[in-house]
């Protein structure tokens, strides 16, 4: 089924009286998917879909209240209210509707409409994964593979280090938290873990969740530069690329155009794709190198050559 007969399809039902259908219609025309957005006649359709979600949800049937809960979590045809979205949820859930488990899990994992309590959204995740639904299923894998990640770290396995300085700062399978990225990182980037070096030089330059410390942040790429410079010697191309884009923006080495070029040139005659894309940019727009449009086109070719 194409996109467009898919969407056909939900027109008709929604047409025909169907509310599942008149939501997803209204949505779609808010959002103007593949068309002009028509917010008049998406008000309609909400509308309608209200209509009928709100007798099942005040007979207490667990698809109404499913349904008038996202709508009014995304404020979809009425004034956005996640705290009473949650309370919707809770009674589907409490029905065993699995949609609505996960639902309010995603309340209680961000603190909308309810207070934030992690333990409380894994609760209800993994109610929710236990019935097949797929994005709680993510949701409790991502938490397995902290409390993996989690030992293997406090062990002093650098890229377990990583990998949970990536989760805490992406909030993934554990709170956000950019202070405890930070801590994972500086313990990996002692260890010359190279990703981590990059992270934290670039968390401590911005100020992202942590004091602002530029001096820090040029030890880290230093770190990182010096490490990438005994590789690239070596011909490793990723590195040497690595490499290039440090002396391209005056990371951890001082700015310069002409070893950056080098670099890429090197990179990119051993093979290393994004060294090659990059020197098509760079032809392409008279960046560190004389605008030509010949070179940019062979270099975006064997940027893209099935080896």
Do not use: C
């Not at 909308?112 to 995740?125: E, L, P, S």
């Not at 377990?160 to 399978?173: H, K, N, P, S």
Request: glycine share 8%; no cysteine.
């Amino acid at each position: 089924m194409t996109a467009n007969s898919s969407k056909d399809a939900i027109r008709i039902q929604a047409e025909q009286g169907d509310p599942v259908a008149q939501y997803e219609w209204a949505r779609h025309l808010a959002w103007g998917k593949g068309r002009a957005k028509q917010t008049d006649e998406a008000a309609q359709w909400f509308a309608a879909a209200l209509d009928q979600f709100r007798p099942a949800a005040e007979r207490g049937e667990a698809l109404g209240l499913l349904n008038l809960g996202k709508m009014l979590e995304h404020g979809h045809g009425s004034p956005k209210d996640p705290a009473q979205a949650a309370d919707l949820y809770r009674r589907a859930a409490d029905q065993g509707n699995a949609e609505a488990q996960y639902r309010l899990g995603h309340l209680y994992e961000y603190g909308d409409g309810v207070k934030q309590d992690f333990d409380a959204a894994m609760t209800w995740y993994t109610l929710s994964a236990a019935q097949d639904d797929k994005n709680a299923q993510i949701k409790v894998e991502l938490r397995e593979q902290y409390l993996k990640g989690l030992e293997l770290a406090e062990q002093g396995h650098q890229h377990a280090q990583y990998q949970l300085g990536r989760m805490y700062e992406y909030g993934m399978g554990v709170l956000k938290n950019e202070q405890e990225a930070a801590v994972w990182y500086r313990r990996a980037a002692e260890q010359s873990e190279l990703k981590s070096q990059q992270r934290l030089g670039q968390i401590l330059e911005d100020g992202a969740g942590v004091p602002q410390d530029p001096e820090q942040a040029v030890k880290y790429y230093r770190m990182m530069a010096e490490q990438l410079r005994e590789q690239a010697e070596k011909k490793d191309a990723q590195a040497q690329y690595d490499l290039g884009r440090l002396y391209e923006r005056g990371r951890g080495v001082d700015e310069s155009n002409d070893i950056a070029l080098q670099w890429f040139l090197r990179a990119a005659k051993n093979g290393n794709p994004q060294a090659q894309y990059r020197l098509g940019r760079l032809y392409s727009d008279g960046k560190l190198v004389g605008q030509d449009a010949a070179a940019a086109a062979k270099w975006f070719r064997q940027s893209v050559r099935l080896n």
